[in-house]
């Protein structure tokens, strides 16, 4: 019939033209649409690749804070961390703490004592690499109730380090030092400089404070461990107005005598027991800037 013929004729131009139009494309235009194609999709599963598992990695450090309260009061001390309250409870005078808030340049640290400012710091400086940062709050002076504070950071050691500190404002003397316990087979003892910091082989000692007649005014024991780091501090206040507090010694942290086993034990009685002067605090980099 003619109606089916002219339908005929019809597609018959149409796939004809459609058969042009592709004959007209060159292999090559087809081929680079074929890499393209294949090229976004490359890409986009390299994308999806890295996010997954990414090789390259932001480093992070872990930075431990340790406070001591060595300020001469009947209240106990608070410290902020920005906002937010990190001693809970309030820190004790004699008393040592430790903290590891996510810390950053730029951070502030606020201190109360009896419910009064103190003081506050912003930290300026963190070190590149895992470090315990040593923070003591003491008495500025014998007639003010101002704070003062002094601050380290330990280098990293295997040895244990001890890094000595005087806070006591008044006229009485006495001085540090570190000997065999009692329990020892020895009887070895040095002197602790105030300003320094020392590595202590491992062991179980005892610190005392001897005035200048060789009166003990106080005494700590220590067990030193590889790779821990100490404090100790000679605390008190002589005060011309108010409450006056005697000479004593903070010792921090106390470790624990039964992880002095297999390679931490001594395993022989050492000539001297200080291992070696490792720096003072007066060369020490100071991390906090008093505001």
């Given at each position: 019939p003619p109606h089916r013929s002219a339908l005929h004729s019809g597609m018959a131009r149409r796939l004809a033209a459609a058969l042009l139009s592709l004959a007209l494309v060159s292999p090559g235009a087809a081929s680079a649409s074929v890499a393209k194609a294949k090229q976004r999709s490359g890409r986009e599963r390299l994308q999806a690749l890295s996010a997954d598992?990414?090789?390259?990695?932001?480093?992070?450090f872990k930075h431990?804070?340790?406070?001591?309260?060595?300020?001469?009061?009947?209240a106990p001390m608070e410290i902020y961390h920005g906002r937010k309250q990190i001693t809970d409870p309030p820190l004790q005078y004699k008393s040592c703490r430790e903290f590891a808030p996510p810390i950053r340049d730029g951070d502030k640290l606020q201190f109360k004592i009896g419910g009064s400012n103190a003081g506050s710091f912003?930290?300026?400086?963190?070190?590149?690499?895992?470090?315990?940062?040593?923070?003591?709050?003491?008495?500025?002076?014998t007639i003010s109730s101002a704070v003062a504070f002094e601050?380290?950071?330990?280098?990293?050691?295997?040895?244990?380090?001890?890094?000595?500190?005087?806070?006591y404002r008044g006229r009485a003397d006495a001085q540090p030092r570190i000997q065999d316990a009692s329990s020892a087979k020895t009887s070895r003892s040095e002197e602790l400089r105030y300003d320094s910091v020392v590595a202590v082989n491992p062991g179980i000692y005892e610190?005392?404070?001897?005035?200048?007649?060789?009166?003990?005014?106080?005494?700590?024991?220590l067990v030193a461990l590889n790779r821990e780091n100490y404090v100790v501090i000679r605390c008190g206040v002589e005060a011309q107005e108010g409450q006056s507090y005697p000479q004593e010694l903070i010792v921090f942290p106390h470790s624990d005598p039964k992880k002095l086993t297999g390679?931490?034990?001594?395993?022989?009685?050492?000539?001297?027991?200080?291992?070696?002067?490792?720096?003072?605090?007066?060369?020490?980099?100071?991390?906090?800037?008093?505001?």
């Amino acid at each position: 019939p003619p109606h089916r013929s002219a339908l005929h004729s019809g597609m018959a131009r149409r796939l004809a033209a459609a058969l042009l139009s592709l004959a007209l494309v060159s292999p090559g235009a087809a081929s680079a649409s074929v890499a393209k194609a294949k090229q976004r999709s490359g890409r986009e599963r390299l994308q999806a690749l890295s996010a997954d598992s990414s090789f390259v990695r932001t480093l992070t450090f872990k930075h431990t804070l340790r406070v001591c309260n060595a300020y001469p009061y009947s209240a106990p001390m608070e410290i902020y961390h920005g906002r937010k309250q990190i001693t809970d409870p309030p820190l004790q005078y004699k008393s040592c703490r430790e903290f590891a808030p996510p810390i950053r340049d730029g951070d502030k640290l606020q201190f109360k004592i009896g419910g009064s400012n103190a003081g506050s710091f912003a930290i300026s400086e963190l070190p590149s690499n895992d470090a315990v940062l040593v923070l003591i709050v003491y008495r500025h002076d014998t007639i003010s109730s101002a704070v003062a504070f002094e601050s380290h950071i330990f280098a990293n050691l295997i040895n244990a380090q001890i890094a000595v500190l005087d806070t006591y404002r008044g006229r009485a003397d006495a001085q540090p030092r570190i000997q065999d316990a009692s329990s020892a087979k020895t009887s070895r003892s040095e002197e602790l400089r105030y300003d320094s910091v020392v590595a202590v082989n491992p062991g179980i000692y005892e610190v005392v404070l001897q005035s200048e007649d060789n009166e003990m005014k106080a005494r700590q024991e220590l067990v030193a461990l590889n790779r821990e780091n100490y404090v100790v501090i000679r605390c008190g206040v002589e005060a011309q107005e108010g409450q006056s507090y005697p000479q004593e010694l903070i010792v921090f942290p106390h470790s624990d005598p039964k992880k002095l086993t297999g390679s931490a034990a001594p395993r022989r009685a050492h000539a001297s027991l200080l291992a070696a002067m490792v720096a003072s605090m007066a060369m020490a980099s100071q991390w906090f800037l008093g505001a």
